[in-house]
């Protein structure tokens, strides 16, 4: 895939892990003292920090919210650091980022990782000038200076599974999936809903990684699910390694993350895709005019949020009109991730969870722990 290009270390702070866990706090003072912080003389009114959980070069999630950072920095009057490969199961590599970049006078500080909630939830408190933001579907917490965000990927991934289902020949679709949550299980069963809905008979074969960064057990997953005839291999890993698989082995393939800029011409069909900068964009501009305050927000593909980054030349007649159908339906405000868990639905079981016309509820979507009829696989 191609990647964007960071900016220079003058304009983005940047610390490896092994730096931030062996530096002294005399160290970091003299850091701070060198790099630019919030002052008005040099134009620059705001200055973010963005805690990665893995290089802002990995092709997949970190790589995305590094893109939003570089569009936030074409906003007038901000700056931005970054701190890449912080730990996302040691808490002390995350608060001592947030020290750090408190200590650099940072207004406000994005985590983008779910697994840095309750380490922010800890430090708010410690740096309450501070705004924080973190990337969780979970709800804030009464701290006025948290919020939290999250994106309706799963709206994209029932349209790619629709291009998937139409796809298939065997009617074996495979789903390397990452680690387990609610957020992973519902994008599968987004992803499944639309597969049936156009191949009423396919199933969903689900592999777990336990990982969205561990390109072997990515690729093991891989290659299990295409040993097992599936034509088609989708992911949530945002990792290339199930694409090249799949490629390498004549099937089809459902990237993730980002859009894959004609790297499998002949095997992508479609990728969901995320578009972070727009959100980074408009809490500075808030912060900035003085009208921010903390809040829960969730975005898809009516705001723009999410989209669908898709091969129409590798997409059969019948995926094409009907993702384009749904496009129009997006635009015309009556496709949503509701729309998409409107029953009829049934569980794995077939015991139906979802009567005729019943929209799902927030609470049961937010903590959905059920896979969908279709789906062949277990929940760790």
């Known amino acids: 895939m191609k990647k964007k290009t960071a900016t220079p270390a003058a304009a983005s702070f940047r610390v490896h892990v092994p730096t931030l866990l062996l530096v002294s706090a005399l160290i970091f003072i003299m850091v701070a003292a060198a790099v630019t912080g919030c002052k008005k003389d040099n134009k620059i009114v705001l200055t973010a920090g963005f805690i990665f959980p893995d290089a802002i070069n990995d092709g997949g999630w970190s790589q995305t919210h590094n893109d939003g950072r570089l569009e936030l920095e074409t906003l007038t009057g901000v700056e931005t650091k970054y701190l890449e490969k912080i730990s996302e199961s040691v808490p002390a590599e995350a608060e001592q980022a947030i020290d750090t970049f408190a200590g650099l006078g940072c207004g406000f500080i994005v985590a983008a990782s779910p697994l840095y909630y309750e380490t922010v939830v800890r430090k708010a408190a410690e740096y309450p000038q501070i705004r924080f933001f973190v990337c969780t579907s979970l709800s804030r917490p009464e701290i006025n200076n948290i919020s939290t ?41 987004s992803f499944t809903l639309g597969v049936r809905s156009v191949a009423g008979e396919a199933i969903v074969l689900v592999e777990w990684a336990g990982s969205k960064i561990d390109n072997i057990k990515i690729k093991a997953a891989s290659e299990s699910l295409l040993e097992k005839e599936c034509d088609v291999i989708a992911q949530d890993n945002g990792s290339p390694v199930p694409m090249l698989a799949a490629a390498g082995k004549g099937a089809s393939s459902i990237g993730y993350a980002l859009r894959p800029e004609g790297d499998f011409p002949e095997s992508h069909l479609a990728s969901p895709v995320y578009n972070w900068g727009m959100y980074y964009r408009s809490i500075a501009e808030s912060i900035m005019n003085g009208t921010w305050s903390a809040a829960d927000y969730r975005g898809g ?80």
């Open 149 to 189: 965000y999250y994106a309706r990927i799963e709206e994209p991934f029932y349209l790619a599974g629709i291009a998937a289902g139409r796809k298939s020949v065997s009617g074996k679709i495979g789903y390397v999936a990452s680690v387990p949550s609610a957020d992973a299980i519902r994008t599968i069963n």
């Open 301 to 380: 593909m009516k705001e723009g949020f999410t989209e669908l980054a898709w091969s129409p030349e590798n997409n059969n007649e019948e995926a094409a009109v009907r993702i384009n159908e749904i496009l129009e339906g997006v635009r015309d405000g009556y496709f949503d991730i509701y729309s998409i868990f409107t029953g009829p639905v049934r569980n794995q079981d077939g015991r139906m969870v979802l009567k005729d016309g019943e929209v799902i509820k927030e609470a049961v979507l937010l903590g959905m722990n059920w896979f969908v009829e279709g789906v062949e696989g277990a929940i760790p």
